[in-house]
């Protein structure tokens, strides 16, 4: 679990974290509860600081601020694909009823939402909220990198609140803007 809790935290600040001139009033902020062994983790930053270090890392697929995507053997059209997600109609995507999970995607007033109850190993529930200024500010190149700059502007403008929580047996995690 102690892997599958470092890639959450690292995938959640990748959603939250952008490049360029942050209010210097906003933050991000992640909460982390190992129940395994007790250790928390308890991150407030302000976003200023977050684009200070994303600027100044290099390493694996971050490189000068962008994302790498590692996605092999598929061609997708991520501006098509982010378009269609924020013009489609309020309404529940997907609903996947599983033995071993639950899934629910849906989309209502601007936002979208992902909702995952995995009832095996772990017994996680992962919540994801994100707002449509987040999907507009969603920038992709030709090698499948985010411009994680374009996710800058949105976080300023979203509401405070939660991005994404997860619950599980050994674990917490709490990612939020304010």
Known sequence: MKRTLIVIIA????VATPLGAADPDRWLNVN???????????????????VAVLNSVDVDNLHG?????????????????LAAVKDAPDGEFVKVDAPD?????SKRTGTLYVNVVETA?????????????MIDA?????ANQIDMAAL???????PNGDLVTVEADDATVRVWVE
């Open 65 to 81: 601020g962008k994302v790498q995507l590692d996605i092999e053997d598929a061609e997708i059209d991520w501006p098509q694909l």
């Open 11 to 14: 995938a959640a600040l990748l």
């Open 32 to 50: 982390v509860l190992d129940k395994s062994d007790g250790t928390k983790v308890d991150v407030h930053l302000p976003l200023q600081l977050v």
């Open 101 to 105: 999970a639950k899934v629910q995607v």
């Open 138 to 142: 969603l920038k992709f190149d030709e």
């Open 121 to 133: 190993e772990d017994h996680a529930t992962v919540n994801v909220t994100l707002p449509m200024s």
């Open 152 to 158: 800058l502007t949105s976080l300023d403008q979203l």
